[in-house]
T-cell receptor
Framework: DGGITQSPKYLFRKEGQNVTLSCEQN?????MYWYRQDPGQGLRLIYY???????QKGDIAEGYSVSREKKESFPLTVTSAQKNPTAFYLC????????????FGPGTRLTVL | AQSVTQLGSHVSVSEGALVLLRCNYS??????LFWYVQYPNQGLQLLLK??????LVKGINGFEAEFKKSETSFHLTKPSAHMSDAAEYFC????????????FGKGTKLSVKP
């Protein structure tokens, strides 16, 4: 089945530790995205990538980093510089990144203790 | 800045009643518009999208939305609510030139009473 997978579903980390969230898609989509979701805030764009080896900052990129070495993978690292990392993180992909429908993964809930 | 506004963070209806979830966009240029649904602790699922082909858009699960340029609105409706419709609904929009930036409203949580 084609789709987007995110792992793990739940993640706990101690304050000050970096953590990497996985996102993989087998839809052959060019574009991939990372969003952060907080209660009552909707979704906010962290980073997006329209093609392999290229990515752009979204609205709230500070404290996060990404890489796009393979078309199917777009991992997100939450660094210790992110002041309030506890949130629900959603990965998405779209065919070309130009006004396409975005398809979402199941999300990872990160809790920093 | 462009924005998407969802009126009402929480809407409650009885089973069988009309569902109306409101969304307004802020642009003189009609954008591409989407409605997504999210069940607890899950990702977002596309309900429907507007891309200027037709003003009344039909989606999955009996939902539809009407694009009204004069009101800058894209409200989501369903004639008869079902218990399984209880979820959070998000309106989202691309604006011209924002190739990667899908702008989301803050969401409306729908409760369905038996």
């Amino acid at each position: 089945d084609g789709g987007i997978t995110q792992s793990p579903k739940y993640l706990f980390r101690k304050e000050g530790q970096n953590v990497t969230l996985s996102c993989e898609q087998n839809l052959n989509h060019d574009a991939m995205y990372w969003y952060r979701q907080d209660p009552g805030q909707g979704l906010r764009l962290i980073y997006y990538s329209q093609i392999v080896n290229d990515f752009q900052k979204g609205d709230i990129a500070e404290g996060y980093s990404v890489s796009r070495e393979k078309k199917e993978s777009f991992p997100l690292t939450v660094t210790s510089a992110q002041k309030n990392p506890t949130a629900f993180y959603l990965c998405a992909s779209s065919p070309s990144g130009k006004l396409d429908t975005q398809y979402f993964g199941p999300g990872t809930r990160l809790t920093v203790l | 800045a462009q924005s998407v506004t969802q009126l009402g963070s929480h809407v409650s209806v009885s089973e069988g009643a009309l569902v109306l979830l409101r969304c307004n966009y802020s642009s003189s240029v009609p954008p591409y518009l989407f409605w997504y649904v999210q069940y607890p602790n899950q990702g977002l699922q596309l309900l429907l999208k507007y891309t200027s082909a037709a003003t009344l858009v039909k989606g999955i699960n009996g939902f539809e939305a009407e694009f009204k340029k004069s009101e800058t609105s894209f409200h989501l409706t369903k004639p008869s609510a079902h218990m399984s419709d209880a979820a959070e609904y998000f309106c989202a929009s691309y604006y011209g030139g924002s190739q990667g930036n899908l702008i989301f409203g803050k969401g409306t949580k729908l409760s369905v009473k038996p």
